[in-house]
C-alpha cells in the first residue's frame, strides 16, 4: 500500500536556525497537510495546500512557517527561526480529495519527523 | 477550544472483550467524523468513518456510532485484540480535521 514518507524521523537543531522538514506524499495525491503534536499535548492543524498554494492555514502557522512544493513528488515545511517551543512531532498528510466526507478517502500520514530545539 | 473532546485519557480491556471508546463534540457544522489509531512512533492511521448523516457505521470489528442529539459519538471494537492497543484519536471535519486529545487503550491479556 502506497504510503506517505517523511525525513529526517528526527532533526536536532540549534534555537534560531532554519529548518526544512520534508515529505513525500502518497503520488497521486492533490492535497497536502501539515500537522504538529507538541509532547503530551494533541495533533493540532497547521496548514492545507492545494494546486501550489496554501488553502487553509491556523493561527499557529505564522510568518515563521512556509510551505512549499518544490518538484513532483517532494513537500516541505520550512520554519525559518525556530523557537524553543517548536520542538514537537510534526506530520505530513496527504489525500485524494479534501475534507474526509467519503470513507475510502482519508487523509493518509506519515510516520513523523521529531523536531528538538536545543 | 475543544470542539472534540475525549474525556478519557486512557481505558484498560480484556482481550476479547468490548473496547467501547467515547467522543463528544460542540461543533455541530461538523461534517463527518473519524476515528483514527496511533502507535508510538508511528504517524496516525485511518480507522473508520462516519458521515454525520448517519448513525452508525461498521466494518469489520470496528463500529461508529453517533448520536448528533447528545453530540456524542462513540467507537466500538469487538473483540478486543492485543494489536489494538494504541491511542485513539477522535476527529471532526468540515473544511478541516480537528484532533481530539486521544484515548489511550489497553488490552489486556
Known amino acids: 500500500e502506497p504510503e506517505v514518507t517523511q525525513t529526517p524521523s528526527h532533526q536536532v537543531t540549534q534555537m534560531g536556525q532554519e529548518v526544512i522538514l520534508r515529505c513525500v506524499p502518497i503520488s497521486n495525491h492533490l492535497y497536502f497537510y501539515w500537522y504538529r503534536q507538541i509532547l503530551g499535548q494533541k495533533v493540532e492543524f497547521l496548514v492545507s495546500?492545494?494546486?501550489?498554494?496554501?488553502?487553509?492555514k491556523s493561527e499557529i502557522f505564522d510568518d515563521q512557517f512556509s510551505v512549499e512544493r518544490p518538484d513532483g513528488s517532494n513537500f516541505t515545511l520550512k520554519i525559518r527561526s525556530t523557537k524553543l517551543e517548536d520542538s514537537a512531532m510534526y506530520f505530513c498528510?496527504?489525500?485524494?480529495?479534501?475534507?474526509?466526507?467519503?470513507?475510502?478517502?482519508?487523509?493518509?500520514f506519515g510516520d513523523g519527523t521529531r523536531l528538538s530545539i536545543l | 477550544d475543544q470542539q472534540v473532546k475525549q474525556n478519557s485519557p486512557s481505558l484498560s480491556v480484556q482481550e476479547g472483550r468490548i473496547s467501547i471508546l467515547n467522543c463528544d463534540y460542540t461543533?455541530?457544522?461538523?461534517?463527518?467524523f473519524l476515528w483514527y489509531k496511533k502507535y508510538p512512533a508511528e504517524g496516525p492511521t485511518f480507522l473508520i468513518s462516519?458521515?454525520?448523516?448517519?448513525d452508525k457505521n461498521e466494518d469489520g470489528r470496528f463500529t461508529v456510532f453517533l448520536n448528533k442529539s447528545a453530540k456524542h459519538l462513540s467507537l466500538h471494537i469487538v473483540p478486543s485484540q492485543p494489536g489494538d492497543s494504541a491511542v485513539y484519536f477522535c476527529?471532526?471535519?468540515?473544511?478541516?480535521?480537528?484532533f481530539g486529545k486521544g484515548t489511550r487503550l489497553h488490552i489486556l491479556p
Open positions: 498528510a496527504s489525500s485524494p480529495f479534501p475534507g474526509q466526507g467519503d470513507s475510502n478517502q482519508p487523509q493518509h
Open positions: 461543533n455541530s457544522m461538523f461534517d463527518y
Open positions: 462516519i458521515s454525520s448523516i448517519k
Open positions: 495546500f492545494y494546486n501550489n498554494e496554501i488553502s487553509e
Open positions: 476527529l471532526g471535519g468540515n473544511d478541516k480535521i480537528i
